[in-house]
């Protein structure tokens, strides 16, 4: 050992190894050939002190560690913590952390050689590696969840939003989101509920159980949630997970199903009742028609008008209540319309009501039972016609959709309009916009536009009018 060396070993390391007998303490040249090793190395490392000296670090260091800081010159690393993977003699690698000082920080007379401490951190940079892969686990769950989950402030401020949200939302980026309030996009009606709903999440065991409201998307579009609360930490503060899912697609499914059974429902009451009261009302007619031939009664006209009513009525409900053997055929879709405006003109002409048919196509052929069709359009039209007083008007427009290999039937009136709280009831059983309605007339269109693979909507405005879309396919599947 030469005399630097040795004046190093008496006068300056012993007392160190004394302090730092964990720790690794070596001195190495301005190139970085090791001159001393503490007995600890053989601790750390497994080797004996004397095997490290004329060796530098690189010869045990990591590859990727040693490309990356081969990229500074040695006097760059002073005074600075930096963290490598070192060999240990068995063949595996441990972490060490080692701060590097240049000897003439203790004495002038060596400023040619390098102080390192190092200290293994193995088990702290596996907790790290772990807790990283916890937490990327966790951001991957998070943003590939089918629901939306965002991070809120008690205020309701978002702070965090995932993927799935942002398409919730209808927004471009989350920026759009983050910053705003859960109350910035819930009707005003709700704000209380929701906010109870925050505050007593803490307060109560039972107060993380979802909550329905609904969401205001940046389109204004609206859909129907379920919300719920988990409490958390974020940066040291304590904020609020919020779980949302979407729930619309499952309220209609559940709408569609309580309209099944209300359906089923009314089949088996409509078969038992048609029955019941046809016999009776067959007799009824006949004894009315006779009291009105013998004494030419004013009100028999009436009674006979109504009885016929009457009769209708239970034919609608026949129609509802029996299965029908479907035969669809080929039919005209042209010739189908021109044949009921050929019906229906007289009776608008009658209330000076403009009535027209345009057609994108000179013949528009479409399978379809026609009879049934036929009776589609008339409850259609009839509605327009009792929906105007007088001097309105009502068009009809049939477009063939090639692409999508699909009809559309559009009819449209400016007639009083429905009341907009009204709309989503239409088609419910015994439910009717008019005085002395019964609401199967639409049941009916309903069932014949499911029956031919199709759908049917409705929009209207008060004192404007009404549209009503109907879209069937071209052919039926087999």
Known sequence: MNQKSAYF????????????????ISLHTRSGSIVYASPSTFISLGYKPEELVGKTPA??????????????NTEYYFHKYLSSRIRRKEGDYIWIETIMQPMNDFTDEEDDLVLCISRDITARKVAETELNEST???RRLVENSHDTI???TKEGTFTYMNETGKKLFGATSTTEIIGKTIY??????????????????????????????????????????????????QHGKKRKQLIIRDITDRKLTEEKLQQAEKLSVVGHLAAGIAHEIRNPLTAIKGFTQLLKEEHNNEYADV?????????????????????????FNVSNLNELMNDLFSLLKTQAIMN?????????NKNIIIECEQDKLKQLFINIIKNSFEAIDKNGKISIT??????KNEIHITFRDNGIGIPPERLPKLGEPFYSTKERGTGLGLMICKKIVKDHNGSLHISSKEHEGTVVEVTLPVYQKS
């Open 9 to 24: 070993n008496e006068h300056f390391l012993t007392e160190r190894i004394l302090q730092h007998s964990t720790d690794i």
């Open 59 to 72: 010869d045990f260091m990591h590859p990727d560690d040693i490309d990356q800081l081969a990229t500074h």
């Open 136 to 138: 990327e686990k966790y």
């Open 150 to 152: 965002g991070i809120i």
């Open 184 to 233: 910035q996009f819930t009707p005003k009606e709700d704000h209380e509920k929701i906010r109870n709903f925050i505050i007593n999440n803490d307060l109560y065991e039972d107060a993380s159980d979802f909550i329905e409201t609904s969401l205001i998307r940046l389109d204004n579009g609206i859909r129907l949630i379920d919300m719920k609360l988990i409490s958390m930490v």
């Open 303 to 327: 009674m006979i008008a109504e009885l016929d009513r009457i009769d209708k009525i239970v034919g609608d409900l026949l129609i509802l209540a029996k299965p029908e053997v479907k035969q």
């Open 352 to 360: 000076n009501i403009d009535f027209s048919i345009t057609f994108s």
């Open 398 to 403: 049939c477009e063939k959709i090639p692409k």
